[in-house]
């Protein structure tokens, strides 16, 4: 079985502070996608969806229900880490990134 592709955090959050506001939100969007599709079986299933509200930004994730497990994890572990790899990207003075796994 091949390595899975690897992920430079640090790399990602500098993009999305160097991108204008309307852009920072898509790549929070394309990180979440490379994440989720790395952990299931089923990449093709995978959605985000983006609502941005007035204070905050919902981002989305749907996956076929037979990957539901391998994105929440025991006890939610893997959910908890993804949302943290999403507020570590997000810019200080923006609005805060949520994740919504469904």
Do not use: W, Y
Request: charge should be positive.
């Amino acid at each position: 079985m091949p390595n899975p592709p690897t992920l430079s955090v640090r790399c990602c959050a500098r993009a999305a502070h160097l991108k204008a506001d309307g852009q920072k939100d898509s790549v929070m969007k394309e990180l979440l996608l490379f994440v989720a599709k790395t952990l299931v079986d089923n990449p093709d299933e995978v959605r985000v969806t983006e609502t941005e509200g007035p204070e905050a930004i919902i981002l989305e994730l749907n996956v076929a229900q037979d990957d539901m497990g391998k994105v929440i994890g025991k006890q939610g572990r893997i959910a908890k880490a993804i949302r943290s790899v999403i507020k570590a990207a997000t810019s200080k003075g923006g609005k805060p990134v949520f994740v919504e796994i469904q």
